[in-house]
Structure formats: structure tokens, C-alpha cells
Nanobody, 123 residues
Framework: VQLQASGGGLVQAGGSLRLSCAVS????????MGWFRQAPGKERVVVAV???????HYADSVKGRFTISKDNAKNTMTLQMSNLKPEDSAVYYC??????????????????WGQGTQVTVSS
């Protein structure tokens, strides 16, 4: 199994970025997929989750600004980020696991991780 995140970069506040996660070796339909982020000195926290039935969940801090989606044909998951704020700056990770509803926000519930991509939002 391999997850490879890309698309990070430097953007001004109010701008947009699109992160992609190329997935190989597993089937989207059998895994919960998620995006997490980790800022320096802070814990890794959930940003958005796409459950096996295509139900989505978002952290309160990104609701209305971020959208998680997947392309089954291309085995790719994306995170469209809009109206970015400086507090969104972090390393973003894509993940896959057998997380159930009660554990979707828990990093330990995810078995597979991408390498991370840096997002920096300037004020």
C-alpha cells in the first residue's frame, strides 16, 4: 500500500490550494480515507474524512472552506481548500484505515499514511 500526497505550497490568506493523494494497493470502497494536519509543536489532527459510504466529515475549523473528494477511477483523493487562513499552515497528511465512526478523528485508527505535504498560508 502506498499513499503519496502532493499539492502543498505557499499561498496568501484568502487563497486556495488543492491537495492530492495518489493511492495504490488498496480499494477506496473498503477503507475510510482522511486528511490530517500537524503544525509545529502540535498534535496531528483530523481535517476531513471520507467514509466508505462516501459520507464526509469535517473539522469545525474547516467546514465550509474545505472539500474532500475521491476519484475511484484514478485512485486519487483530493482536498480542495479555499479561503485559507494562516492558522491552516501545517504539514498535511493523507491516510487510510478501517476507522469506524467513533474513531474517524483518531490518527491511530488509520493504518496507512502518505509522506505529508507542507501548506503555508501567509497573512
Amino acid at each position: 500500500v502506498q499513499l503519496q500526497a502532493s499539492g502543498g505550497g505557499l499561498v496568501q490568506a484568502g487563497g486556495s490550494l488543492r491537495l492530492s493523494c495518489a493511492v495504490s494497493g488498496l480499494s477506496f470502497s473498503r477503507y475510510t480515507m482522511g486528511w490530517f494536519r500537524q503544525a509545529p509543536g502540535k498534535e496531528r489532527v483530523v481535517v476531513a474524512v471520507l467514509r466508505r459510504g462516501s459520507t464526509t466529515h469535517y473539522a469545525d475549523s474547516v467546514k465550509g472552506r474545505f472539500t474532500i473528494s475521491k476519484d475511484n477511477a484514478k485512485n486519487t483523493m483530493t482536498l480542495q481548500m479555499s479561503n485559507l487562513k494562516p492558522e491552516d499552515s501545517a504539514v498535511y497528511y493523507c491516510a487510510a484505515g478501517q476507522a469506524i465512526l467513533s474513531t474517524i478523528s483518531t490518527p491511530n485508527a488509520y493504518n496507512y499514511w502518505g509522506q505529508g505535504t507542507q501548506v503555508t498560508v501567509s497573512s
